[in-house]
């Protein structure tokens, strides 16, 4: 036993240096492909093939080499570039190469090449040249990609134009196709395609197109119906349905109005007849319309619209209707098999009926769910919450199958070199192709290497949600409970804001303009810090972390130090959080499940949820939901 064990220690020592040495060797080859990579846009120079030839068992390699060939395409180099591509297929590597090798093809006139190296890149000139060459050569599928291209709610790129005439003048479009991309471009589409398409109906029918194109500019127009003359009624109608389910968005009397008035001119059918019907019944009830509850009884039928039955749960909430809430749910016996809500309401509305042995029935079947109605119940209960963590374990061979892959190491180096983007394009391309097993062996090592985001992203996709360790993450610790403690914040709160907001991206970019850890907006960091800040010092996580907490407390002083309204202004801005406040005080549970907005409704449960879990991981058992169990909402908490 002692010998063993003096040779598992002499074993263990002798790696020290073996794995020093890897961890140099890497560093030194990082360094190298630096400096390769500025010289491949020369790939004949001799520096490049000193360098490249120092680099060829490094991971990122292959990239150098698809430099390498980007900037010298030509056709002597067909037989290197084909078998980079096959060697490549099915990673970011070959789709960057490919597309400008066949726009090099197409250049050149060789149709016969372009049509052997094509493949999909989602591409829509490439997709109307690969059309082009198939017509040409009288190949059958060129008439199938032609009907498909044409057939978008926006105008093509010009290569498209050669290959649409030809198809035209040989009889395949047809009037149906035209009317179909005429509603494409008007409901969602570019309506500044309409007038062309116009120009294609026939002049008994051209009309309709300035119909169409009238009501996407302005939905109110359909109300003055004398403007549909009935000679294509079924069409018109057509038209009056998607206007109205616009206007009842701005102004609920004219369409309801309109609607009673369309209604005996028209002969909708049952199908119309229902969208509408769930559309007014949704934009009525989010107002809180005097007729919402007439459109919500009319519109849950029985088919099980989760939007619509939301939303008959809410209207009846708002009322203080507990029996109604009964009614909404049972009418839903689908929904609540498997929805935690409606297990929670149905409890509420017991309790608040006074009907304490059914509540605490429904509520000790969701106590033990990790959720936020399950944390709901167990502080009915004042029971600690139940985060039922199951941490996922893989045998060591598969993690070490999945980390040799070569995909995986190149998003390993990209991750290494801090070149976010490129390193998810290998990801996620490398999951699409990874069994169900593999692809959690992949979250494994994602959450090893430190990349939370990929963790979290992949084990949700997989349907593994009970690892709570590694789908709540004590990531950037340091940085946040620091920020946290600073700003007087609680520590959990920030790590649940910073997970829902970017799931530990720390190049998060939102299409509305938030960065980093904590989705700022760089004007809000300015306002915070009274000076200038950079974009690019909101993807720093120390800066990031800082600027989020700060505001996390800015919105606390701001909202009563109530961090229900807090947290729903961090999403929303407390100017609408202002307008949700009820005149009367109503419990802090229902308001929530009645803020107007789904987004943000969804964003208070999940980071209440996750504070809840970050609590516990951060070794404190208190559980939050109690305090929310005596909470009340009014407008006497309205933003200073």
Same mark, same amino acid.
């Given at each position: 036993?002692?010998?063993?064990?003096?040779?598992?220690?002499?074993?263990?020592?002798?790696?020290?240096?073996?794995?020093?040495?890897?961890?140099?060797?890497?560093?030194?080859?990082?360094?190298?492909?630096?400096?390769?990579?500025?010289?491949?846009?020369?790939?004949?120079?001799?520096?490049?093939?000193? %360098? =490249?030839?120092?680099?060829? &068992?490094?991971? #990122?390699? +292959? !990239? /150098?080499?698809?430099?390498?060939?980007?900037?010298?395409?030509?056709?002597?180099?067909?037989?290197?570039?084909?078998?980079?591509?096959?060697?490549?297929?099915?990673?970011?590597?070959?789709?960057?190469?490919?597309?400008?090798?066949?726009?090099?093809?197409?250049?050149?006139?060789?149709?016969?090449?372009?049509?052997?190296?094509?493949?999909?890149?989602?591409?829509?000139?490439?997709?109307?040249?690969?059309?082009?060459?198939?017509?040409?050569?009288?190949?059958?599928?060129?008439?199938?990609?032609?009907?498909?291209?044409?057939?978008?709610?926006?105008?093509?790129?010009?290569?498209?134009?050669?290959?649409?005439?030809?198809?035209?003048?040989?009889?395949?479009?047809?009037?149906?196709?035209?009317?179909?991309?005429?509603? %494409? =471009?008007?409901?969602?589409? &570019?309506?500044? #395609?309409? +007038? !062309? /398409?116009?120009?294609?109906?026939?002049?008994?029918?051209?009309?309709?197109?300035?119909?169409?194109?009238?009501?996407?500019?302005?939905?109110?127009?359909?109300?003055?119906?004398?403007?549909?003359?009935?000679?294509?009624?079924?069409?018109?109608?057509?038209?009056?349905?998607?206007?109205?389910?616009?206007?009842?968005?701005?102004?609920?009397?004219?369409?309801?109005?309109?609607?009673?008035?369309?209604?005996?001119?028209?002969?909708?059918?049952?199908?119309?007849?229902?969208?509408?019907?769930?559309?007014?019944?949704?934009?009525?009830?989010?107002?809180?319309?005097?007729?919402?509850?007439?459109?919500?009884?009319?519109?849950?039928?029985?088919?099980?619209?989760?939007?619509?039955?939301?939303?008959?749960?809410?209207?009846? %909430?708002?009322?203080?209707?507990?029996?109604?809430?009964?009614?909404?749910?049972?009418?839903?016996?689908?929904?609540?098999?498997?929805?935690?809500?409606?297990?929670?309401?149905?409890?509420?509305?017991?309790?608040?009926?006074?009907?304490?042995?059914?509540?605490?029935?429904?509520?000790?079947?969701?106590?033990?769910?990790?959720?936020?109605?399950?944390?709901?119940?167990?502080?009915?209960?004042?029971?600690?919450?139940?985060?039922?963590?199951?941490?996922?374990?893989?045998?060591?061979?598969?993690?070490?199958?999945?980390?040799?892959?070569?995909?995986?190491?190149?998003?390993?180096?990209?991750?290494?070199?801090?070149?976010?983007?490129?390193?998810?394009?290998?990801?996620?391309?490398?999951?699409?192709?990874?069994?169900?097993?593999?692809?959690?062996?992949?979250?494994?090592?994602?959450?090893?290497?430190?990349?939370?985001?990929?963790?979290?992203?992949?084990?949700?996709?997989?349907?593994?949600?009970?690892?709570?360790?590694?789908?709540?993450?004590?990531?950037?610790?340091?940085?946040?409970?620091?920020?946290?403690?600073?700003?007087?914040?609680?520590?959990?709160?920030?790590?649940?804001?910073?997970?829902?907001?970017?799931?530990?991206?720390?190049?998060?970019?939102?299409?509305?303009?938030?960065?980093?850890?904590?989705?700022?907006?760089?004007?809000?960091?300015?306002?915070?810090?009274?000076?200038?800040?950079?974009?690019?010092?909101?993807?720093?996580?120390?800066?990031?972390?800082?600027?989020?907490?700060?505001?996390?407390?800015?919105?606390?002083?701001?909202?009563?130090?109530?961090?229900?309204?807090?947290?729903?202004?961090?999403?929303?801005?407390?100017?609408?959080?202002?307008?949700?406040?009820?005149?009367?005080?109503?419990?802090?549970?229902?308001?929530?499940?009645?803020?107007?907005?789904?987004?943000?409704?969804?964003?208070?449960?999940?980071?209440?949820?996750?504070?809840?879990?970050?609590?516990?991981?951060?070794?404190?058992?208190?559980?939050?939901?109690?305090?929310?169990?005596?909470?009340?909402?009014?407008?006497?908490?309205?933003?200073?």
């Amino acid at each position: 036993m002692f010998n063993s064990r003096i040779l598992i220690v002499l074993f263990s020592l002798s790696l020290v240096p073996f794995v020093q040495a890897t961890q140099d060797n890497n560093v030194q080859q990082r360094e190298l492909f630096l400096k390769a990579e500025k010289w491949s846009h020369y790939p004949n120079s001799q520096t490049y093939k000193e %360098l =490249a030839g120092q680099l060829q &068992d490094y991971p #990122l390699y +292959p !990239y /150098l080499h698809q430099h390498a060939l980007l900037a010298d395409l030509r056709l002597s180099k067909e037989t290197e570039i084909s078998k980079f591509l096959q060697q490549h297929a099915g990673t970011p590597l070959d789709g960057e190469l490919r597309e400008k090798w066949l726009y090099y093809l197409n250049k050149r006139g060789d149709g016969d090449r372009f049509i052997k190296y094509y493949q999909d890149l989602g591409n829509t000139e490439l997709q109307c040249l690969n059309a082009k060459y198939h017509l040409a050569r009288n190949k059958p599928q060129g008439l199938a990609l032609v009907s498909e291209l044409w057939l978008a709610g926006k105008s093509q790129p010009r290569a498209c134009d050669a290959v649409f005439r030809a198809w035209t003048a040989a009889g395949h479009r047809t009037d149906m196709m035209v009317w179909q991309r005429l509603v %494409l =471009a008007a409901d969602g589409g &570019d309506h500044t #395609l309409i +007038p !062309y /398409l116009k120009s294609l109906l026939d002049k008994e029918q051209q009309y309709l197109a300035d119909l169409w194109y009238k009501a996407r500019r302005n939905p109110a127009m359909v109300s003055r119906l004398s403007g549909f003359p009935g000679r294509f009624p079924e069409k018109e109608q057509q038209i009056i349905s998607y206007g109205l389910k616009r206007l009842v968005w701005r102004d609920h009397a004219m369409a309801l109005k309109t609607w009673h008035d369309a209604q005996k001119r028209f002969a909708f059918n049952a199908g119309e007849q229902h969208e509408i019907a769930e559309r007014f019944a949704i934009a009525l009830a989010v107002d809180n319309h005097p007729q919402a509850g007439f459109w919500l009884e009319k519109a849950n039928n029985g088919q099980n619209n989760e939007d619509i039955f939301r939303w008959h749960l809410t209207h009846a %909430l708002r009322q203080n209707n507990w029996q109604q809430v009964i009614d909404v749910i049972e009418l839903s016996p689908q929904i609540l098999e498997s929805d935690y809500s409606s297990r929670y309401w149905l409890g509420r509305s017991y309790e608040s009926l006074n009907a304490p042995d059914r509540a605490q029935h429904e509520y000790d079947k969701l106590s033990s769910v990790r959720h936020y109605y399950g944390f709901l119940a167990s502080g009915k209960l004042a029971r600690p919450a139940q985060l039922a963590d199951v941490p996922l374990e893989l045998d060591t061979a598969l993690l070490a199958q999945v980390a040799d892959l070569p995909s995986a190491k190149r998003a390993k180096e990209f991750l290494a070199l801090e070149r976010y983007v490129p390193a998810r394009r290998e990801w996620i391309k490398l999951q699409s192709k990874l069994s169900h097993t593999q692809g959690l062996a992949a979250a494994v090592l994602a959450d090893r290497w430190g990349w939370h985001d990929q963790a979290i992203f992949a084990l949700s996709r997989l349907g593994y949600l009970d690892d709570v360790k590694r789908r709540f993450p004590l990531a950037y610790d340091t940085q946040l409970q620091q920020s946290a403690t600073k700003n007087a914040v609680d520590p959990a709160w920030a790590f649940a804001i910073a997970r829902r907001e970017s799931s530990f991206m720390i190049d998060a970019n939102s299409g509305a303009g938030a960065k980093g850890l904590m989705q700022l907006m760089p004007g809000t960091a300015q306002y915070l810090a009274k000076k200038k800040v950079s974009a690019s010092a909101l993807f720093d996580a120390q800066q990031n972390v800082e600027f989020g907490t700060r505001y996390m407390r800015y919105l606390l002083d701001k909202m009563h130090d109530n961090p229900v309204l807090a947290t729903a202004a961090y999403n929303a801005g407390w100017h609408r959080v202002n307008q949700w406040l009820p005149d009367e005080e109503v419990p802090a549970d229902v308001w929530v499940e009645t803020i107007p907005y789904k987004e943000t409704r969804n964003y208070v449960k999940a980071v209440m949820a996750y504070q809840q879990i970050y609590k516990q991981r951060l070794g404190q058992q208190q559980n939050l939901f109690e305090q929310l169990a005596d909470m009340r909402i009014s407008s006497r908490m309205t933003a200073k």
